[in-house]
């Protein structure tokens, strides 16, 4: 019996497949020998992470992989590689990391998810800690002294980034790697719906990132990276609250998120609350104030947002898949457009009982102006499959669609309704390495219908599509690091018949005295019926990043991308309230003297030819980045002041009323237009650690944009700033200034802007106990209440950037 036993286990061994268990340990070291504790060890191709412990010591049981490539990461060090290749038992591995005199955290923006340090193009990650110092209400206004960016400001309610002068349609703004797909890309006064308020690092890839994100990014990417999918397995529960109050708008903001999980499921919430009253300024508003203007306050600027998130996600060793739903209410004022309503009230109207008199008044400020009522929902999936067969490394999968819905209330009344109804759909593998070569081929595919009804729907109803494939490779030969990439893609757009009603005066009307006549003035009534348009674009990349000395490297990039219009800068054919403008795209024939003719132009895509180099040191006491530029551009697309005016209904209502000889007003024509262009300059950054606890850091950035033989419009000032930071036993504290140089190279029609500068300060202490670790804050910002106009704002001359503020908050970590 006990034979007939042995001989059955024995048969069943041999038959059974072998089981593997091995396990793979070691130690994280500095350089020194000191050990790294909390740094993040990965077996690449799977979703296993450890952290080591305080002694620097990781380990991984039962690896059932053969081939193994493990990877550490450290944000305070250089990152650290070993492919195992084959392996057969237990291994040892230790590793010993190098310092970083700055942040290395990994960008996923890039296709081959590359570090800060090792990337070839120039890039800059704002991790989680500095985000919550600089936070603002707006996108643009938090990212603005990033060193090549700056902000639109459309008053503190809304404003996008502007990289190395470039905003709008050729800057992209991603969230978790997928377009935003609200509106802000038509407008500046259409707030970013991108979600700050539980983000774990913003994201700035400044120059072409044309290969993984289309034309739209021929400027650059901000990537707004979020824990709303989550990723890696966690057992237990984490998060964060904060509330905070800031002087200058009688701001109240509370955010919180949490994120739990357990076994293979992992979920994850966020929100926040945001309520401003009108800003405080140092001044009037206007640059030449009417007589009965408020002073100190910037009228049509208060805002109430509310915003939540909720995500889930099933999470297994080879992979994952998570979906997350986002719900944004936002309303908000657009300054620029207030106006002193001074009712003249009949006898009857004073009869009133006084209640209802005073119920007038306290909604007279929501009344007037103009007023955003935004409501978006956004649903967002995402799944990594680690090795899905062979010669792959893995496959990625993200989609997103985004219902979005702004109202325009003028006056208490609703105006024009923008809705855009959006998909974008991302897929690509990553293949194992060839000679030398690994990398990512993606297919992406992107769907739009957009409409705007009422009298300020400047753009006709219309859809596009994008179709697209892109492929990026790298290869890394001793201490250089190549990279090439392609993409190609395919846009159509297909927009409403439109009927065009314009009726033109001249706005200097002293040159122009022989034509003030009614022909002059005759109204154009023209209809059209617009054909699909189609653009395939192609864009190519080389770049490299050698690090020819310990912590000193040099990264090129050339390139060559393609731009096809956005539908606002094809389409645009009406007044546009809150730029106070008439817009008209590039598919009208528009001459000198405002005749538009019947025939719709052909339009060309913009070619932009690129080329990057930038320096970095990045170890020891002191260190640098320096990105020097060019770009030259054919085609280039640019949106002008041309010395029209277009009579609207409003003026013609009062032609009757205006004294004889009174100059004419009425609403300045920009007109889309295409020509070759110059664009060159450089960002700087460097810093110096005078010990342990005090840093100097310096930052300046100059950008020249010239059009044959103007300059491009609102080219962003020369600027230079610097901080000193200390920390220290848990309390921090900085203090920073920017010089804004004046702004006198102008394009025609375009007013200058004197410089300014800004002093900011903040101050935090931490401490802990019972498990939760309290941050306590104050920060201020334009502490000498300097009056500044920003250049690049359409609203320069009548909405100054907010006055002398201090915010101060607690957060709690947990």
Do not use: C
Request: negative net charge.
């Amino acid at each position: 019996m006990k034979m007939r036993s042995l001989l059955s286990l024995t048969i069943a061994g041999l038959l059974s497949s072998p089981s593997f268990a091995t396990v793979i340990s070691g130690k994280v070291t500095d350089v020194s020998g000191q050990p790294v504790e909390g740094a993040e060890v990965s077996i690449e191709g799977t979703r296993r992470v450890v952290t080591t412990d305080e002694n620097g010591v990781y380990r991984f049981s039962d690896v059932k992989q053969t081939h193994v490539h493990l990877h550490v990461f450290s944000s305070q060090y250089i990152h650290g590689d070993n492919d195992l290749g084959e392996i057969v038992g237990d291994k040892t591995v230790d590793f010993s990391l190098t310092p970083s005199s700055v942040e290395n955290i990994v960008v996923t923006a890039t296709a081959l998810q590359s570090s800060v340090l090792e990337s070839v193009t120039p890039v800059t990650v704002i991790g989680a800690e500095r985000l919550r110092r600089i936070e603002a209400p707006t996108l643009g206004e938090t990212l603005k002294n990033t060193p090549g960016v700056q902000s639109t400001y459309f008053g503190p309610v809304s404003s996008s980034p502007i990289i190395r002068g470039n905003d709008g349609p050729r800057v992209k703004i991603v969230q978790n790697g997928l377009d935003v797909s609200d509106v802000s890309r038509v407008g500046p006064d259409h707030n970013v719906t991108s979600n700050l308020a539980s983000a774990t690092q913003v994201e700035v890839l400044r120059g072409p990132a044309t290969l993984q994100y289309g034309s739209g990014a021929i400027g650059g990417v901000v990537n707004i990276v979020d824990k709303r999918i989550v990723q890696h397995q966690m057992d237990g529960v984490e998060g964060e609250a904060e509330v905070s109050y800031s002087t200058v708008d009688n701001g109240k903001y509370a955010r919180g998120d949490v994120t739990g999980g357990s076994g293979n499921f992992a979920w994850h919430i966020d929100g926040y609350s945001r309520n401003t009253d009108d800003t405080d300024i140092p001044g009037y508003a206007s640059v030449e104030p009417d007589e009965d203007e408020a002073y100190g306050v910037l009228e049509s600027t208060a805002m109430e947002t509310s915003d939540i998130t909720a995500g889930l996600s099933y999470i297994g060793e080879e992979g994952y898949f998570g979906f997350a739903v986002e719900q944004l209410d936002n309303r908000y004022g657009v300054p620029g457009h207030s106006h002193e309503h001074e009712e003249d009230h009949d006898d009857e109207d004073h009869d009133e009982e006084d209640h209802d008199e005073e119920d007038h008044d306290e909604e007279l400020h929501e009344e007037e102006g103009v007023l955003i009522d935004v409501d978006m929902t956004r649903y967002q999936a995402a799944g990594e499959w680690h090795s899905p067969i062979k010669g792959l490394t893995n496959a990625k999968f993200a989609a997103a669609y985004t219902d979005y819905e702004h109202v325009e209330i003028e006056d208490g009344e609703q105006g024009t309704i923008f809705t855009n109804k959006s998909s974008d759909i991302r897929a690509s593998v990553s293949h194992e390495e060839v000679d030398g070569w690994h990398g990512v081929l993606g297919v992406q595919f992107q769907h739009s219908d957009y409409e705007a009804e009422g009298e300020e729907a400047f753009t006709p109803a219309n859809t596009s599509s994008n179709y697209a494939v892109y492929l990026v490779e790298q290869k890394v030969v001793g201490d250089v690091t190549f990279e090439l990439g392609g993409r190609v893609e395919y846009t159509e757009y297909d927009a409403d018949d439109s009927e065009l009603s314009l009726e033109v005066t001249h706005a200097d009307e002293e040159e122009h005295e022989e034509e003030e006549d009614h022909e002059e003035h005759e109204e154009q009534v023209t209809s059209y019926s617009f054909n699909k348009y189609d653009f395939t674009s192609t864009s190519l990349s080389a770049g490299l990043n050698w690090e020819y000395a310990a912590g000193r490297s040099i990264a090129t990039t050339l390139s060559r991308s393609e731009r096809a219009p956005s539908q606002q800068e094809l389409f645009s054919a009406g007044q546009h309230l809150a730029t106070q403008s008439y817009e008209l795209g590039l598919v009208f024939d528009l001459d000198e003297d405002g005749h538009i003719e019947e025939d719709l132009k052909d339009v060309e895509k913009e070619v932009s030819t690129n080329i990057d180099v930038t320096f970095r040191k990045f170890t020891g006491d002191w260190g640098y980045t320096v990105s020097l530029f060019y770009n030259q551009a054919d085609d280039y697309i640019y949106q002008t002041n041309t010395g029209l005016l277009a009579i609207t209904e409003e003026h013609e209502d009062h032609e009757e009323e205006e004294e004889e000889g009174h100059e004419e007003e009425g609403t300045p024509i920009y007109y889309f237009q295409q020509a070759d262009a110059d664009i060159w300059g450089l960002e700087a950054e460097a810093y110096y650690d005078v010990n342990g606890q005090v840093r100097v850091t310096v930052f300046s950035d100059y950008i020249n944009a010239e059009i044959e033989d103007d300059n491009l419009p609102r080219t962003p000032p020369m600027r230079f700033g610097g901080n000193i930071s200390y920390m220290s036993n848990g309390l921090s504290a900085d203090v920073g200034v920017t010089w804004y140089d004046d702004q006198d190279d102008v394009a025609s029609y375009e007013t200058q802007t004197d410089g300014y500068t800004l002093l900011d300060a903040s101050v935090q202490y931490e401490f802990g106990g019972q498990g939760v670790e309290w941050i306590v804050y104050a920060k201020g910002n334009n502490l000498t209440d300097e009056e500044a106009r920003v250049h690049t704002s359409f609203l320069k001359d009548q909405a100054p950037l907010p006055g002398r503020n201090l915010t101060l908050g607690v957060r709690a970590l947990f």
